[in-house]
């Protein structure tokens, strides 16, 4: 076996590592032994010379090193893979079913860092976010076939964090056959079309799939209001709880056309209303319009994708919790969510709370909201804990 290279960390920048966060940072480095290739494994060692970790090496990234294993006997190659692919899909046994959805893969949540693969019915959808996983892209390609067997495995390779990698967009089929246009499945009880070449994501948000439940449970009467609406999951949920009826808003038309084509699969048409428009404006519109809400949900796209962005989407963030109290009648209830990594649950209630003061609102958390069992946080990586939300009841 040939001899790995090796990154020996500075003295004093190792406590994380040992810690095992999956994690390590340009600055921690002291130096590289060897000539690495992007995506290549390297041992990593302390200071004084004693082994920490295998990790992928980046060299475009300031995240310069992903762990693989802290096991100095385990040998990164294509048997690791497939046993930490194997590992991951055992835990979600129960998810797994013909007509369903779930995240089989996520990324350091599973061992796996920078790969991300969801299950839509008989096809995969795969995100190679980082070099690592990259460097093994048709490994893991030829084990999710062997593992999974899908119709087809396809590819969405375009987030931001394969910009910070160094390593261009890429989109398409890998394995199988491609994806025929949107394809109807049954998740969390809500029947849904699911674009995975043109839709968000790998094709909808998974992540939201229970959380969807929990806040329609509910809606039962109520008059809601379901802002960043995209192809309505969370209008149509309530709806299908007995909601009287449902607005959504969203500033993508092709996403509310789904969500009428889905509100009428669910038998829940008639009971829906679009406006098409940027969120803050129209929340602004009909709020001057005297309107008001039983229930109102915010699920906006990520505001903070960095920490220099943090001052900035924080604002963004009281903005539209503001707005959305402004819109609930005494009594009702706002679902409020965060998906920015950078914004800790701590810091989402401080943001809410002050947007409930300037809206000069009581307000009480009723329920804590959060990322579904499939999309499992280490103890020792807390930064996979992305996605926060409460359910407010306005005083």
């Known amino acids: 076996m040939n001899e790995l290279p090796e990154a020996v960390l500075k003295p004093g920048r190792e406590k994380s590592a040992r810690r095992r966060h999956p994690w390590i940072f340009s600055g921690a480095i002291h130096a590289i032994a060897g000539a690495p290739a992007p995506g290549d494994t390297v041992r990593v060692l302390g200071a004084s010379g004693e082994f920490i970790a295998y990790a992928a090496y980046s060299p475009e990234s300031q995240i310069r090193l992903r762990v693989w294993s802290f096991d100095e006997a385990e040998r990164i190659d294509a048997g690791f893979l497939k046993r930490r692919l ?11 079913d013909e007509t369903g959805a779930c995240r089989l893969v996520f990324a350091e949540g599973d061992g796996l860092p920078g790969l991300i693969v969801d299950r ?3 096809f995969l959808v795969c ?6 996983p990259e460097r093994w892209r048709e490994t893991i390609a030829t084990a999710l076939d062997e593992l999974v067997s899908p119709s087809g495995i396809y590819e969405r390779s375009e987030a931001s964090a ?6 261009p967009s890429r989109r398409g089929p890998l394995r199988g056959v491609p994806p025929p246009g949107p394809i109807e499945l049954e998740i969390g009880g809500l029947r849904q079309l699911v674009d995975l070449v043109e839709g968000q994501k790998t094709g909808a948000y998974l992540d939201q799939r229970d959380n969807r ?4 449970a509910h809606a039962r009467g ?11 999951g969370f209008a149509i949920s309530c709806l299908l709880a007995g909601a009287a009826s449902a607005t959504l808003i969203d500033a993508s038309g092709e996403a509310l056309v789904l969500a009428e084509r889905q509100a009428g699969l669910n038998g829940v048409a008639n009971r829906c209303s679009y406006l098409h428009g940027n969120v803050a404006p129209e929340l602004r519109r009909l709020k001057e319009a005297g309107e008001r809400f039983d229930l109102v949900i915010l699920d906006p796209p990520k505001f903070v994708h960095s920490v220099d962005q943090l001052q900035r989407g924080s604002r963004g963030y009281k903005d539209i919790n503001l707005l959305g109290m402004q819109l609930v009648r005494p009594g009702g209830l706002l679902a409020t969510f965060s998906c920015s990594g950078h914004v800790d649950s701590a810091l989402f209630q401080k943001i809410v709370a002050g947007a409930a003061v300037d809206a000069r609102r009581e307000a009480q958390i009723l329920e804590r909201l959060a990322q579904p069992p499939d999309h499992p946080v280490p ?13 407010i009841r306005i005083l």
Do not use: C, H, N, W
Not at 127 to 132: D, N
Not at 222 to 232: E, K, N, S
Not at 379 to 391: Q, T
């Open 213 to 216: 439940r929990r806040v329609a």
């Open 222 to 232: 109520a008059r809601v209001l379901d802002a960043y609406a995209y192809t309505g």
């Open 379 to 391: 103890l020792s990586f807390p930064e996979a804990e992305y996605l926060k939300g409460f359910m």
């Open 162 to 167: 394969r910009r910070k990698e160094g390593l």
């Open 127 to 132: 995100q190679f976010l980082a070099a690592g």
């Open 86 to 96: 194997e590992r991951a899909i055992a835990g979600r046994a129960d998810a797994l």
């Open 120 to 122: 839509y019915g008989a």
